[in-house]
């Protein structure tokens, strides 16, 4: 998955070394700092994730294809709960992460 914006920096979870998993594999993160510091980046800003209440939704915004992206999801066996035709020739996923947190993907038909 190619993503490159989201809109909140910190993601709140139930487990956060569950969720820094989640999130580095179903979104392809890159990480950043020692193995032991659990931070992500993207779009060149850190993605933190600290113990609390699953909040959301949080969108992102990715350069996949929808179809590219359909697979992707299903190869990391993330089921879609929704889809949503958006302007400019976009469509967004609804998915959930580990902790619950509903993550809104925004990619090109």
């Known amino acids: ?3 490159r914006k989201l809109d ?3 993601i709140l979870a139930l487990d956060p070394n569950r969720a820094y998993r989640f999130w580095r594999d179903a979104f ?5 700092g020692a193995q032991t510091d659990r931070r ?3 779009d060149g800003e850190e993605i ?3 113990e609390g209440q699953p909040a959301g939704p949080f969108e992102i915004l990715v350069r996949d294809h929808q179809t590219e ?3 992707h999801l ?4 993330i089921p879609i709960e929704k889809e949503e035709e958006r302007f400019n020739n976009k469509i967004a996923f609804y998915i959930r992460d580990s902790e619950g947190n509903q993550v809104i993907l925004e990619a090109n038909q």
């Open 69 to 71: 992206l359909r697979q």
């Open 1 to 3: 998955m190619k993503a």
């Open 48 to 50: 933190h994730f600290v």
């Open 8 to 10: 909140h920096k910190t």
């Open 74 to 77: 299903a190869n990391n066996f």
């Open 40 to 42: 992500l980046t993207l």
């Open 28 to 32: 392809d993160l890159p990480q950043t």
